[in-house]
């Protein structure tokens, strides 16, 4: 058997294929000598496995997709508050490139080119590196290989950036940005020419949907709260006066670029790439955002469908030994809040008395952080109530095995062993 979803992602594109309506960028000269018929999908799981179709191996400069992974690099060196001091997160419903500020004199958000410059010129100095260089490095690592520049398409728009230029001088002169504007703006648009494919923007992208860790390599890239701040500002600010389309259409946070590339992460799920040179007037690629709707459509991956709990966490619930004394609970499944609370509510029914509980959390795949707070927590109620507890947790999942009230527990390897010396020990006492 062979999985079906590269034939689907072939008939995606056949079908998105038809639509030659939109214009080429050609504000960057370079640009507008791009093949129009250039037509690319890739998608990557959340564990890494990458499927691609059409001009797969294609190379395009990433333009605006770089903004989130510049973004990602300074939170990372930085922290969240001193990028919210340069950089705020509202949505401007404005074009990529409006020369504006928001009231306070930052820019709106880092997906807009206002707020890219601010962002690149935060860029911590390193071994004497040019800032887009680091940058290059730090994409590099992400996509898992080494990309490079495109000269001809940077000179191009060096050469004409007279629209960006304007933005770094309202940007120097209200003291956003620190020091010489031509700078910064050229490094901001040295690493707009970074050269990737849509496979290379999936490889990157599994590494926000995967929380920040490589799925392929095992490694933490980016902390948790940096990929959760990145695709928040993508969710609002990504597709810039779309924005709000999108969140209702797509629902899955994204970026576009305008060499026509748009790269789309949904959380714990998947990243998607598609990319196609014609743009729509807002500069997204209009073939791209057909790809996306459609994937999104078929395939139920909108942010606000969620993903619903499996609803059941006690897989079995008996009682056995002496006078069915011990209560015996096996868990099953993803232990989040809405688990946690259910099991919570079932331990409740646990009579008040000096039996002994049992729980097998051997099948529990993910032991989420507020599971486990609020597993401890109930653990602790237990005990308060004159119960004894014995865990299975061969994994040791539950840091040390302390409560809340710092008691330790008794973590056990197997469930059949642990009774089996239970009844043992109540037969001795016999
Ligand atoms: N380098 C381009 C610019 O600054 C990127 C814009 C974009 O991709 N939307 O104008």
Request: glycine content about 8%; overall charge negative; some cysteine.
């Amino acid at each position: 058997m062979q999985t079906p979803l590269p034939d689907y992602l072939a008939h995606v594109i056949e079908a998105c294929d038809i639509d030659n309506s939109g214009h080429l960028a050609d504000y960057i000269p370079e640009l507008a000598n791009a093949n129009p018929n250039r037509l690319a999908l890739a998608m990557s799981t959340v564990d890494g496995e990458i499927y691609s179709v059409g001009d797969d191996d294609i190379e395009f400069t990433i333009q605006s997709m770089s903004k989130p992974f510049t973004y990602a690099y300074v939170l990372q060196q930085l922290g969240i508050d001193a990028v919210l001091d340069k950089v705020g997160v509202e949505p401007s419903g404005e074009a990529f490139n409006e020369i504006s500020l928001g009231k306070d004199r930052r820019p709106k958000n880092p997906m807009i080119n206002s707020g890219a410059i601010t962002t690149h010129s935060l860029i911590p100095m390193k071994d004497d590196l040019e800032s887009a260089e680091i940058v290059r490095q730090f994409m590099s690592a992400l996509a898992g290989r080494e990309l490079r520049f495109d000269e001809a398409v940077y000179a191009s728009e060096v050469k004409t950036a007279y629209r960006n230029l304007s933005i770094g001088y309202m940007l120097r002169t209200v003291g956003i940005l620190e020091t010489d504007p031509v700078d910064i703006v050229n490094g901001y648009i040295r690493q707009c020419s970074i050269l990737v494919t849509v496979k290379d923007l999936v490889r990157m992208g599994s590494v926000l949907a995967n929380g920040g860790v490589d799925p392929k390599t095992g490694k933490r890239l980016l902390n948790r709260s940096v990929v959760r701040q990145v695709l928040s500002v993508m969710m609002s600010c990504g597709m810039y006066d779309a924005a709000g389309d999108w969140l209702s259409t797509v629902g899955i946070p994204a970026k576009s670029g305008v060499a026509g590339g748009i790269l789309g992460v949904l959380p714990g799920q998947v990243s998607i790439a598609a990319f196609s040179p014609k743009l729509d007037e807002h500069g997204n690629s209009v073939r791209g955002i057909d790809i996306l709707e459609r994937l999104s459509r078929d395939m139920g991956l909108h942010l606000m469908e969620g993903t619903p709990s499996a609803q059941t966490i006690v897989q079995s619930h008996y009682r056995t030994g002496k006078d069915a004394s011990l209560s015996v609970y096996v868990l099953r499944g993803v232990l989040k809040f809405t688990e946690a609370e259910m099991l919570l509510r079932i331990l409740q029914a646990e009579p008040m008395d000096q039996s002994t509980i049992v729980i097998d959390l051997t099948q529990i795949s993910i032991i989420h952080d507020v599971g486990k707070r609020m597993f401890l927590e109930g653990i602790d109620r237990l005990i308060d109530d004159g119960h004894t507890l014995l865990l299975v947790d061969p994994e040791q999942r539950l840091d040390h095995a302390r409560t809340h009230k710092d008691r330790t527990l008794h973590v056990y390897q197997d469930i059949e062993d642990l009774i089996a010396q239970l009844k043992d020990a109540e037969n001795k006492k016999v």
